[in-house]
């Protein structure tokens, strides 16, 4: 891994100029194009047949291609060596151009804060794959960057120059990501993308996190998440969000004083009433009594 991006990364970045950067124009969103027979289908790897959406910026590095892009209804051929910046909200897949013709992309997943990067391909015979995923380091990538990627405008063509001085940051922190993470294979990329999911639940249940918010930041569509972790862990991660919320319920109800309500709100529930019948499926009493018999 860490030698492909020596040599072969870094020189596409060092080729890349002013008409290798697509960006999507400024438009309202458009309806949902109709895959015809034969022609580019939406990457599996997602699941949906349709175009998605996302929070953040993403930064996709063509690698091998050319690809098929399709931003806001919109298709277009990409060749290799290409950026193609998605500022937020931008409907898009990518896709093959033919059956036999294959590609690899490498994706900058800007989430604030934890970017990450993701290698995605499409190979003849095999179909889509996630070849690799890793944190990168923030702290390698320098504050003017981070600025640059937090005042993107949709349909706001960034510089050449500019994006260049971006990806070699970029490039740096990706380094240091293949070199903590070694060559993983296939089921460690799975494993890795469970685990950081069940941890953005976990981290966040305080804020009604939803399994459609822990997609969101793996870059996963919430069916192919979903697969991935009843396929790892043996149940889906729906349960498991219901299991988490449950057991921080019953730690603050055992640990401290907070109103049912308090317990409710920071253990991920959206009503206390909710909470409170929820609580009383899985433990047989509401929460009150539950506090009041573990006190005795």
């Not at 799975?190 to 966040?204: G, I, Q, Y």
Request: hydrophobic letters at 40%; a positive charge.
């Amino acid at each position: 891994m860490k030698q492909w991006l020596q040599h072969d990364l870094v020189n596409l970045i060092a080729g890349l100029d002013a008409s290798a950067i697509v960006i999507p124009s400024a438009a309202g969103t458009a309806a949902r194009p109709r895959l015809t027979h034969g022609g580019p289908v939406p990457i599996p790897f997602y699941f949906e047949p349709s175009p998605h959406a996302h929070e953040h910026v993403e930064i996709a590095l063509v690698l091998e291609g050319p690809v098929f892009v399709d931003m806001e209804g919109k298709g277009r051929r990409v060749s290799k060596g290409s950026v193609v910046i998605l500022p937020p909200q931008v409907r898009h897949y990518d896709s093959y151009l033919a059956k036999d013709a294959g590609y690899s992309i490498l994706w900058y997943i800007m989430w604030p804060g934890k970017p990450r990067a993701n290698l995605s391909r499409y190979v003849p015979g095999k179909g889509f794959q996630l070849a690799w995923v890793a944190d990168i380091t923030p702290e390698r990538i320098a504050d003017d960057d981070w600025a640059f990627v937090s005042t993107f405008h949709r349909g706001r063509k960034p510089s050449a120059g500019r994006t260049r001085e971006l990806l070699f940051a970029l490039y740096a922190a990706t380094l240091e990501a293949a070199r903590r993470s070694g060559n993983m294979k296939r089921t460690d990329v799975a494993r890795k993308v469970v685990r950081d999911a069940v941890e953005f639940l976990h981290e966040h249940l305080c804020e009604a996190p939803t399994v459609e918010m822990a997609a969101e930041y793996v870059g996963l569509s919430s069916t192919y998440l979903t697969t991935l972790v009843r396929k790892e862990l043996g149940q889906p991660l729906h349960d498991i969000l219901a299991e988490m919320r449950l057991e921080r319920a019953r730690k603050l109800l055992l640990e401290s004083t907070l109103s049912i309500k308090e317990v409710a709100h920071l253990s991920g529930f959206s009503t206390g009433d909710y909470f409170s019948r929820i609580f009383r499926r899985a433990t047989g009493m509401p929460p009150r009594r539950f506090r009041e018999k573990s006190s005795l």
